[in-house]
């Protein structure tokens, strides 16, 4: 689970994922800004890849998360 600093915008390249609100399939664009609180979870059919960028870092809200965020980079 995370949340949007500001904005993040996460195209489906191979696979699906879904998350609370929707289900994104290749070539979907999946919009998320500074209010939107979500869990995005890749499908088990095959490796599910998407293109992700952000302008600001993600907020995570389990400790582990926050604790790998500073080596991710993410």
Known sequence: ???EYRRQRQ???RDSFKDEFDYFGPGDVEFADGHTHHTP???D???C???AVTDAPLK???LIHK???PF???
């Open 1 to 3: 689970l995370h949340k």
């Open 11 to 13: 195209m489906c390249i």
């Open 60 to 62: 995570f809200n389990k």
């Open 67 to 69: 604790i790998a965020q």
């Open 41 to 43: 979870v890749a499908s």
């Open 72 to 74: 991710l980079k993410i």
């Open 45 to 47: 059919d095959e490796d």
């Open 49 to 51: 890849i998407c293109l």
